[in-house]
């Protein structure tokens, strides 16, 4: 049973470009949420998304979006990049009637320069 | 608005010995409460949790830890401390209201000598 994966796993940015992050959720689940982990710090909630729509929401900027595919897997876009945005950016799947329960990936790293 | 302070950034142990990491957190309800260990260039992986069931919550790799109401905390022990448990560990916390996202604390790094 494959778990939650992630891709890519590192990548490198310049400000003002644009990324893309995908995620396919652990087998069964069908929520899926994003975290930014700054280097030193605990991960942050961006969103989640269930039901192909973004039920909840972090203290991040609008250049965060996402979307869910009817597979339940998901993107995180990040347009116009700071370099503040440079993060280990995990992906965290359960399912909807779970107790809280995530599972993570094992992050995308971004860097941008 | 939830929070979670995670006391030490830093904790240093001998193999064999205790290990005790600090979690309090603060929650206008009755919160679910996680403790989660994230090994160097993975992601995170669940020790436990506590949700409202028993206080005394059994984790994985022997890690045990307390809910005291009281206290606000949540603290994670070891009896005795391994090599492989060098790690960070996080404290985290979720209300089920808010659709179970979590709140994580800054984490704990364990550094276990030998």
């Known amino acids: 049973d494959a778990g939650v994966t992630q891709s890519p796993t590192h990548l490198i940015k310049t400000r003002g470009q644009q990324v893309t992050l995908r995620c396919s959720p652990k087998?069964?689940?069908?929520?899926v949420s994003w975290y930014q982990q700054a280097l030193g710090q605990g991960p942050q909630f961006i969103f989640q998304y269930y039901e192909e729509e973004e039920r909840q929401r972090g203290n991040f900027p609008d250049r965060f979006s996402g979307h869910q595919f009817p597979n339940y897997s998901s993107e995180l876009n990040v347009n116009a990049l700071l370099l503040g945005d440079s993060a280990l950016y995990l992906c965290?799947?359960?399912?909807?009637?779970?107790?809280?329960?995530?599972?993570f990936g094992e992050g995308s790293r971004l860097t941008v320069l | 608005a939830q929070s979670v302070t995670q006391l030490g950034s830093h904790v240093s142990v001998s193999e064999g010995a205790l290990v005790l990491l600090r979690c309090n957190y603060s929650?206008?309800?009755?919160?679910?409460l996680f403790w989660y260990v994230q090994y160097p260039n993975q992601g995170l992986q669940l020790l436990l949790k506590y949700t409202s069931a028993a206080t005394l919550v059994k984790g994985i790799n022997g890690f045990e830890a307390e809910f005291k109401k009281s206290e606000t905390s949540f603290h994670l022990t070891k009896p005795s401390a391994h090599m492989s448990d060098a790690a960070e560990y996080f404290c985290?916390?979720?209300?089920?209201?808010?659709?179970?996202?979590?709140?994580f604390g800054a984490g704990t790094i364990l550094r276990v000598k030998s």
């Open positions: 929650s206008s309800v009755p919160p679910y």
């Open positions: 965290a799947s359960r399912q909807t009637d779970n107790t809280g329960e995530l599972f």
């Open positions: 087998s069964g689940h069908d929520t």
């Open positions: 985290a916390v979720s209300i089920m209201e808010y659709g179970n996202k979590l709140v």
